[in-house]
């Protein structure tokens, strides 16, 4: 089995959202492999361990079923980083004890691990802050993890909780709670007392409310409530003025004029995710987010945008794929920081228009404009200079104008499933194309050649 942690550091470069943009999950769901970031030399098996000891401090021991740690190990004074994933473990060995230095350790896909034996020993290890629990099949969390004192971060993804013990309160030092795929049809009580609490991640449960206690978690930076059953939605959510970003998509029960309204209060907000929640009004207090700098209205019911949205002049991406649009606000050529805008599968906008104000814009680096049924590409593309990432896929263009030539900086074309038989040769000037994809079109060999000879050094597809 492919093993799979959470990513628990939430940072996203805009090069990553360039290529990721139609992946619609939230950074929050974005997963690693360990050993993820640490930068140490991997040690992956005992006998290479163990003859190196003194060197040891990242040892990987996943997926080895039955491994038994020998008592040789306890040299590895300097061991920081212990994967035992999926190895079948029932009692953790006594000898973990002696990791004196051991900062994280990795006990998911572990189901018959005796986890109160587990934290009782591991309460021994002075700097451990960060624990790997995910794939257990837990249906109750022991009270043991109070004594794990300098725990940070702590990784339950993929469990059957519903609920968490009274005791993780203790956890002083908790900063970061991934909760994803489990059972929870509540916040826990617990969770609302851990007060220096930064990241709460909560994906895909059955939560129904947001309580008032939520205002109590003064330091949370990171919210992630995507895929619940919200239909209640406290006010004291507006009074955490730490909060950079908030997941909430799919949680089509809440109003979302009467939300959105309140988190225009928060003066940190920098990430916003509607995806999925048949929103049909963005209220004009959206204008108010100033520090916004990315927003996902994907999958909903919108057929206009509120005059006050070119307020937000720190919008990096906007995601309006999959609406009902037919016109761009007059004055959204005022985005100018704007750098990724989706617009993809909105059949009915009038690009006469839309172009007319998308050519201010003219740091933009990536344009989705994919499944529109567009018949032709207007010229005013051209003022589109910072453009990278041209997504054309899955519309009816039977030709392309030459000034498309005037890109110089496009990197990566996709122009697959429409009716081109053939391209304009000024378009072999594009010398920065890295990726040029062409399947399902109307090109004959003699093209497909042609082109090819164009673009030597990028990867063109035909298929």
Same mark, same amino acid.
Request: include cysteine.
């Given at each position: 089995?492919?093993?799979?942690?959470?990513?628990?550091?939430?940072?996203?470069?805009?090069?990553?959202?360039?290529?990721?943009?139609?992946?619609?999950?939230?950074?929050?769901?974005?997963?690693?492999?360990?050993?993820? *970031?640490?930068?140490?030399?991997?040690?992956?098996?005992?006998?290479?361990? #163990?003859?190196?000891?003194?060197?040891?401090?990242?040892?990987?021991?996943?997926?080895?079923?039955?491994?038994?740690?020998?008592?040789?190990?306890?040299?590895?004074?300097?061991?920081?980083?212990?994967?035992?994933?999926?190895?079948?473990?029932?009692?953790?060995?006594?000898?973990?004890?002696?990791?004196?230095?051991?900062?994280?350790?990795?006990?998911?896909?572990?189901?018959?691990?005796?986890?109160?034996?587990?934290?009782?020993?591991?309460?021994?290890?002075?700097?451990?802050?960060?624990?790997?629990?995910?794939?257990?099949?837990?249906?109750?969390?022991?009270?043991?993890?109070?004594?794990?004192? %300098?725990?940070?971060?702590?990784?339950?993804?993929?469990? /059957?909780?519903?609920?968490?013990?009274?005791?993780?309160?203790?956890?002083?030092?908790?900063?970061?709670?991934?909760?994803?795929?489990?059972?929870?049809?509540?916040?826990?009580?617990?969770?609302? /007392?851990?007060?220096?609490?930064?990241?709460?991640?909560?994906?895909?449960?059955?939560? %129904?409310? *947001?309580?008032?206690?939520?205002?109590?978690?003064?330091?949370?930076?990171?919210?992630?409530? !995507?895929?619940?059953?919200?239909?209640?939605?406290?006010?004291?959510?507006?009074?955490?003025?730490?909060?950079?970003?908030?997941?909430?998509?799919?949680?089509?029960? #809440?109003?979302?004029?009467?939300?959105?309204?309140?988190?225009?209060?928060?003066?940190?907000?920098? *990430?916003?995710?509607?995806?999925?929640?048949?929103?049909?009004?963005?209220?004009?207090?959206?204008?108010?987010?100033?520090?916004?700098?990315?927003?996902?209205?994907?999958?909903?019911?919108?057929?206009?945008?509120?005059?006050?949205?070119?307020?937000?002049?720190?919008?990096?991406?906007?995601?309006?794929?999959?609406?009902?649009?037919?016109?761009?606000?007059?004055?959204?050529?005022?985005?100018?920081?704007?750098?990724?805008?989706?617009?993809?599968?909105?059949?009915?906008?009038?690009?006469?228009?839309?172009?007319?104000?998308?050519?201010?814009?003219?740091?933009?680096?990536?344009?989705?404009?994919?499944?529109?049924?567009?018949?032709?590409?207007?010229?005013?593309? *051209?003022? #589109?200079?910072?453009?990278?990432?041209?997504?054309?896929?899955?519309? !009816?263009?039977?030709?392309?104008?030459?000034?498309?030539?005037?890109?110089?900086?496009?990197?990566?074309?996709?122009?697959?499933?429409?009716?081109?038989?053939?391209?304009?040769?000024?378009?072999?000037?594009?010398?920065?194309?890295?990726?040029?994809?062409?399947?399902?079109?109307?090109?004959?060999?003699?093209?497909?050649?042609?082109?090819?000879?164009?673009?030597?050094?990028?990867?063109?597809?035909? %298929?």
């Amino acid at each position: 089995m492919k093993k799979l942690v959470f990513n628990l550091s939430y940072h996203t470069s805009l090069g990553v959202l360039l290529s990721a943009f139609l992946v619609y999950a939230t950074q929050a769901q974005k997963i690693y492999k360990m050993p993820g *970031v640490h930068g140490y030399q991997v040690f992956h098996s005992l006998d290479s361990a #163990l003859k190196k000891t003194s060197e040891v401090q990242y040892l990987d021991l996943s997926e080895q079923q039955g491994v038994t740690l020998p008592e040789g190990l306890q040299k590895c004074k300097n061991l920081v980083v212990l994967d035992l994933y999926n190895t079948k473990l029932v009692t953790l060995p006594k000898i973990v004890e002696q990791f004196k230095n051991l900062e994280e350790i990795n006990l998911s896909q572990n189901p018959q691990l005796d986890l109160q034996d587990a934290f009782v020993k591991l309460s021994k290890l002075p700097y451990l802050h960060k624990i790997h629990l995910a794939h257990n099949q837990l249906t109750r969390l022991p009270s043991e993890i109070a004594l794990l004192k %300098q725990l940070d971060v702590l990784n339950l993804y993929n469990n /059957r909780l519903t609920d968490l013990p009274a005791s993780i309160a203790k956890l002083k030092a908790l900063k970061e709670i991934y909760l994803q795929a489990n059972q929870l049809n509540k916040i826990p009580k617990a969770i609302t /007392r851990v007060k220096n609490l930064t990241v709460l991640d909560l994906y895909k449960n059955q939560i %129904q409310e *947001v309580p008032p206690e939520i205002g109590s978690l003064k330091h949370l930076r990171i919210l992630n409530l !995507h895929q619940n059953s919200l239909s209640r939605f406290a006010k004291e959510i507006y009074a955490l003025k730490d909060l950079e970003e908030l997941y909430l998509g799919y949680n089509a029960g #809440l109003n979302y004029e009467e939300v959105l309204a309140g988190l225009a209060q928060l003066p940190h907000l920098r *990430v916003l995710n509607l995806t999925n929640n048949q929103i049909k009004v963005l209220p004009m207090e959206v204008g108010l987010m100033l520090n916004l700098q990315e927003l996902y209205l994907q999958k909903n019911q919108l057929a206009h945008l509120p005059e006050e949205l070119s307020l937000l002049k720190n919008l990096h991406v906007l995601s309006l794929a999959k609406n009902r649009f037919k016109r761009l606000p007059r004055r959204f050529g005022k985005l100018t920081n704007l750098r990724v805008l989706n617009l993809s599968k909105n059949p009915q906008l009038e690009y006469t228009q839309v172009f007319d104000v998308l050519s201010d814009l003219e740091g933009l680096q990536k344009l989705d404009l994919s499944g529109n049924n567009l018949q032709y590409l207007s010229g005013q593309i *051209v003022f #589109l200079q910072g453009l990278r990432d041209l997504d054309l896929r899955n519309n !009816h263009l039977k030709s392309l104008s030459p000034k498309i030539a005037l890109l110089t900086n496009l990197r990566k074309l996709d122009l697959y499933q429409n009716k081109l038989s053939s391209l304009p040769k000024r378009i072999h000037s594009l010398h920065n194309l890295v990726e040029l994809s062409l399947g399902r079109n109307q090109l004959p060999k003699t093209e497909q050649t042609k082109i090819k000879t164009w673009f030597p050094n990028a990867l063109v597809s035909f %298929q």
